[in-house]
């Protein structure tokens, strides 16, 4: 099996995909432009990414594609439409950057409070400012406001317990009784939570439901002399109304994340906030500690190796997860080759779509039983056509609404 690494990956991920006896193709210095060519000539079976980002056109490319893997939490720079009409799995490798993100949120954040970055300028300066630089609020007590109580949120809230923080959680899976182990307080209103929190952390994947999640109306709730950090994506945070809630109301933010950075590793950067006044900037790196990379890694190659071998994708993110079948056809037959290719040879000629199945082998290989989704329920005529096959031992019908048994 042919891969293809378009972006940075560790030595320790390329030895272990090599050693499973793998064609691996390294070439970190391919971006959205580049790559559909490259793969077109290539024909891998597997891309793997970080941050470049996979098109449309790439993945029309070559027939032979069969899985993207973004070696990371997210998948927006991959285009989840297009591969899931073409029939290409998408799997990511969520929470093993968490901590990583948690770090660099935690540093940002201390940044923004004593203005560290701001220090470093003067001193390098030759500037010996300290009556500027005592004007610190501090943590300790304040109320810290987290959107998105996954892997990172968590991590989160365990470190600003450390800090003698109160916590405050916005999540829309998040209920009461979560929130009481987690030890916080639950915030069903976004506004409330801008209002009541002095640091507000984003930790929320980028979907159309998040995108600009803070906006005019949130920044205007939020206190003034307050802290957001966003180490998630760029797209959540509308930067207009942000640099607006910096002028006017003295907003500090951290962010490792930006509406329009570049999408590989290196190239130009021009962003209006990045010149606002207690606003401190990093370069998409929140994941990017060697710990994490390397976790990140061997979790991109047991996904691979899961599907060489078996077939399954671990961490498929375009898997429909809702069932499309009307009704469930059971068969139990004799395991012999052929068998299933004649009850699907039957079913088509009725028109009757295969949406799901499974074929469960029992004890001793002898016999199984295929469990069938289609897309309408089969007619009578149908239903006896099967039956009437010498290796067919049983034949049930249900509805996938119901689950009333037919027949």
């Not at 790439?58 to 297009?82: F, K, M, T, W």
């Not at 899976?173 to 009541?196: H, P, S």
């Not at 002028?247 to 590989?264: H, N, Q, T, W, Y």
């Not at 010149?275 to 691979?304: C, D, F, L, N």
Request: charged share 25%; aromatic share 4%.
């Amino acid at each position: 099996m042919r891969i293809l690494i378009a972006d940075k990956f560790e030595s320790l991920g390329l030895e272990a995909l090599e050693s499973r006896k793998f064609e691996v193709i390294l070439e970190p210095e391919l971006d959205a432009g580049s790559l559909p060519a490259r793969q077109a000539e290539l024909g891998a079976q597997v891309i793997v990414v970080r941050s470049t980002k996979v098109s449309a056109a790439c993945i029309e490319a070559s027939q032979d594609l069969a899985l993207v893997v973004r070696a990371g939490a997210g998948y927006d720079n991959i285009d989840l439409p297009a591969a899931s009409s073409h029939g290409v799995f998408v799997a990511n490798c969520p929470g093993k950057n968490s901590l990583a993100v948690a770090e660099l949120a935690w540093g940002l954040i201390i940044a923004c409070d004593r203005r560290i970055p701001d220090q470093v300028v003067d001193l390098r300066n030759g500037d010996w400012n300290k009556k500027e630089f005592s004007q610190a609020s501090g943590l300790a007590g304040r109320t810290l406001g987290i959107l998105g109580a996954g892997r990172i949120g968590r991590a989160m809230i365990d470190r600003a317990k450390a800090f003698g923080m109160e916590v405050a959680v916005w999540d829309r899976f998040l209920d009461e009784e979560m929130a009481y182990d987690l030890g916080v307080t639950q915030c069903k209103n976004l506004i409330n939570l801008a209002k009541m929190s002095h640091v507000i952390s984003i930790h929320v994947a980028a979907v159309e439901e998040t995108r600009y999640l803070i906006n005019d109306k949130f920044v205007d709730a939020m206190r003034p002399g307050s802290i957001l950090v966003n180490t998630s994506r760029g797209s959540i945070v509308d930067e207009d109304a942000l640099r607006k809630g910096i002028r006017e109301k003295g907003i500090r933010a951290g962010l490792d994340v930006f509406a329009d950075e570049p999408s590989g590793g290196k190239g130009e950067f021009s962003s209006g906030i990045v010149g606002e006044p207690g606003v401190y900037g990093t370069h998409h790196v929140g994941a990017s500690t060697k710990q994490a990379q390397e976790s990140t890694a061997m979790e991109a190659v047991r996904i691979i190796s899961s599907y060489r071998d078996t077939g399954d994708v671990p961490n498929c993110v375009n898997k429909s997860s809702a069932s499309r079948g009307a009704a469930l056809l059971t068969v139990r037959h004799l395991n012999q080759p052929g068998v299933l290719a004649k009850v699907f040879d039957i079913l088509s000629r009725s028109a009757v779509n295969v949406e799901e199945m499974e074929n469960l082998i029992y004890e001793g290989g002898k016999s199984a039983c295929a469990r069938i989704q289609v897309g309408k329920s089969p007619s009578m005529n149908d239903i006896e056509a099967i039956e009437s096959e010498h290796a067919v031992l049983g034949i049930s019908v249900s509805s996938m609404d119901s689950g009333k048994e037919q027949l």
